[in-house]
């Protein structure tokens, strides 16, 4: 069993930066791909990014690509989300999601574990 938190959301202006975190329990935090996805007001839930266990492979929806940054410290059971050059349609809940396995997983119903979610806004 994973609990997630994620942390680090709020209120920034267009053009600006936040980084969102996510912190895991469990002893084998390194065994899961982990995912950042994000759902806003009257929409489906959106893949973000994906980092694999070890945190050397990565992969990004083509919307946030040279804008978001995603890393892990397995030392620390966290990972995190550096959003650059925010723009207003970044506005979302955004959720960070686990599950086992060594491949990138983009789709939300393939991930087991679900953190509470952050509100991260972004005004124009």
């Known amino acids: 069993q994973v609990q997630l938190v994620e942390s680090g959301g709020g209120l920034v202006q267009t053009g600006g930066s936040l980084r969102v975190s996510c912190a895991a329990s469990?002893?084998?935090?390194?065994?899961?791909?982990m995912g950042w996805f994000r759902q806003a007001p009257g929409k489906e839930r959106e893949f973000v990014v994906v980092?694999?266990?070890?945190?050397?492979?990565?992969y990004y929806a083509d919307s946030v690509k040279g804008r978001f940054t995603i890393s892990r410290d397995n030392a620390k059971n966290t990972v995190y989300l550096q959003m650059n050059s925010l723009k207003p349609e970044d506005t979302a809940v955004y959720y960070c999601?686990?599950?086992?396995?060594?491949?990138?997983?983009?789709?939300?119903?393939?991930?087991?574990?679900w953190g509470q979610g952050t509100q991260v806004t972004v005004s124009s």
């Open positions: 999601a686990a599950r086992a396995g060594v491949i990138r997983y983009t789709d939300p119903h393939e991930y087991n574990y």
């Open positions: 469990g002893r084998t935090f390194s065994s899961y791909v």
């Open positions: 980092i694999s266990g070890s945190g050397g492979s990565t």
